[in-house]
C-alpha cells in the first residue's frame, strides 16, 4: 500500500519549486497507489519549470497523479531589476523571449526599451 508520507518525501523537489513559483496546491493526497497533486500556477513558463522537477524526480511518474493548470485569470507583478528587458522578463514568465508585447501592452508601454530598474510591472497570464 502507498505511503503518503514516502511519497511527499519522494516528491519534495517538486512541492519545493511549488513553492518557489509561488503556485497553489489544491490537492496533495493518495489517489489510489499515487500521490494526487493538483496545482494553480500563473504562467505557462511556471508550468513546465513545476513540470521539468517532476521529470527529475522520477521520468516515469509512475506513483504520482498530477493535474498542473495555468490560471486563466493571473496577473503577476515584477519589479524590474538592472539589466532586465521586456524579452529578458518575457522569457522568465512566458518561456518566449517574443512574447513581450504583450507585457508592454498591459503596461502602456510605447516604447519597451524604455523599462528602468525599479519599475512596477503588471504581468498578464499567458
Not at 83 to 93: A, P, Q, T, V
Not at 103 to 115: F, R, S, W
Request: glycine letters at 4%; proline letters at 6%; charged letters at 30%.
Amino acid at each position: 500500500m502507498a505511503d503518503l508520507n514516502q511519497l511527499r518525501q519522494k516528491y519534495q523537489p517538486v512541492l519545493d519549486v511549488i513553492q518557489k513559483e509561488s503556485a497553489k496546491v489544491e490537492a496533495l493526497d493518495l489517489d489510489g497507489e499515487q500521490l494526487h497533486l493538483q496545482v494553480l500556477c500563473d504562467s505557462e513558463a511556471s508550468k513546465n519549470r513545476i513540470w521539468d522537477a517532476i521529470k527529475a524526480v522520477d521520468p516515469t511518474f509512475a506513483d504520482l497523479k498530477h493535474d498542473i493548470q495555468v490560471d486563466p485569470n493571473a496577473t503577476q507583478t515584477y519589479t524590474v531589476q538592472p539589466g532586465d528587458n521586456l524579452s529578458k522578463i518575457s522569457k522568465h514568465f512566458y518561456g518566449d523571449p517574443n512574447k513581450y508585447p504583450k507585457i508592454a501592452q498591459a503596461n502602456g508601454l510605447d516604447d519597451p526599451d524604455k523599462i528602468r530598474a525599479g519599475m512596477e510591472l503588471k504581468i498578464p497570464a499567458a
